[in-house]
């Protein structure tokens, strides 16, 4: 059976700890490319917060939930108002080496960007076929150490966008 063609739109998630460190995790398929969580949506109707969610717990193995300002969390889980929709977003060109996962003729993706706030040591559980290794760097090491200019861009921004929590 043939695996659906990827939707060109896209989330990407800077996972980042109250002192502004952000977890970097390495691609499997690309050793040595460093990244934040990324990920296309499932269906042309999921809402992109719902996508973010996803791609976080299949990356990370963090659960972002929906709960009551007291509850008490798992230790591999943050509270969903965590999350951010940072009302930014990028066109870009798929890399060559990965358009072979869109249908012919999809060259361009669209990519919204969301924060996700975490304590400095949640638990990191990788999916084993997507990533190989985790790293937590200072925001602007971080964003050094990216291969993709958006996801650089996106980290450099992060300061302005971290909010009261």
Known sequence: ???PFKIPESVLVVIYSPALDVLLIERADKPGYWQSV????DAL????????RREVFEETGIRVVECPPDATLKPT???LDNLRDWQLSNVYEIYPVWRHRYAPGVTRNVEHVFGLQVPRDIPI????REHLNHMWLPYRAAADHCFSPSNAEAILQ???????Y
């Open 125 to 128: 559980t990788l999916a084993p």
């Open 158 to 164: 992060l300061p302005r966008h971290v909010c009261s």
């Open 45 to 52: 109707d999921e809402p992109l917060p719902q996508t973010a």
């Open 77 to 79: 889980e943050v509270a």
């Open 38 to 41: 990324t990920g296309s949506k």
């Open 1 to 3: 059976m043939n695996k």
